[in-house]
């Protein structure tokens, strides 16, 4: 059996996005690494020397009390970047990245990353909307964290995750998505079942997978749909995930003789 071919770095969409010219400036300088489950990415405080563009892991962003309890605040896999300090502006971050789901990522020294940002070109604007959609999901997270009970955040965190993947299924003990979560591992617990007993998930040995995913959709609060929406439109690059299977579903709009199509 031959030996699965290394991850490609156009598997990061964003780096896919790049025109031919940008790519040739900065592939040479990538290095492929691998992203094992909990590896500790950046630490709160220390200096960052490294950007990262994950192919094929999710990479969670964490803060952490003084009193140990963590929770997750945003999640990075292959629709962009780990490490947006580095170019808004400053050398070390207040919260630490830990890998929840294991893979590959290509990493790129932050002096390169300096260097082609101060063009003020491609990867400027695509590093800045990037960012906008990061926040959105900071602040989406903290709203869900306050108002939505246990089995809706669960829902929220599953969908992203799975955005984030080529495939639907994740290797994650319900201790660290309770640290993910921030809550109890009871609650987990509680809410990983009810999903089981719905069909929307199977759960066994620290493998999840996703059987229902429209389900899965409908049972997540709100700020899922929020998150998304605003992540498609500023990052215009993406993918689209949703298989159309058949076009009759599609909603169409029967305009009046006569009227006219106004371009945004």
Not at 21 to 40: C, G, I, K, S, T
Not at 79 to 94: D, K, N, Q, V
Not at 101 to 127: D, I, N, T
Not at 134 to 151: G, K
């Amino acid at each position: 059996m031959s030996p699965k071919p290394p991850p490609h770095p156009r598997q990061n969409h964003l780096l896919a996005a790049l025109s031919p010219e940008v790519q040739d400036r900065l592939f040479p300088y990538l290095e492929l690494v691998a992203l094992p489950l909990r590896a500790l990415m950046y630490e709160s405080g220390r200096p960052m020397r490294h950007v990262y563009f994950p192919t094929d892991a999710i990479v969670s962003l964490q803060y952490v009390m003084e009193n140990g309890a963590s929770t997750a605040i945003l999640v990075v896999g292959n629709e962009g970047l780990l490490g947006i300090t580095l170019f808004m502006g400053g050398e070390s971050t207040p919260s630490r990245s830990v890998v929840q789901s294991a893979g590959h990522a290509y990493r790129l020294p932050r002096s390169r990353v300096k260097e082609e940002f101060k063009r003020h070109g491609e990867l400027l604007v695509l590093m800045l909307r990037y960012t906008q959609a990061l926040i959105t999901q900071v602040a989406q997270t903290a709203v869900c964290n306050r108002h939505h009970a246990i089995d809706q955040q669960l829902c929220r965190w599953l969908l992203l995750s799975m955005d984030r993947l080529s495939n639907n299924h994740l290797t994650m003990t319900q201790e660290f998505i309770a640290n993910m979560l921030g809550v109890r591992r009871e609650g987990v617990t509680q809410a990983a079942l009810k999903l089981q007993q719905l069909g929307v998930i199977s759960y066994s040995r620290g493998l999840i997978k996703v059987l229902d995913r429209p389900q899965l959709e409908a049972l997540s609060c709100e700020c899922y749909a929020v998150v998304k929406k605003e992540t498609d439109v500023l990052l215009h690059y993406l993918p689209q995930r949703q298989v159309i299977k058949d076009a009759t579903t599609i909603p169409t709009v029967t305009l009046p003789t006569g009227s006219a199509v106004v371009s945004a």
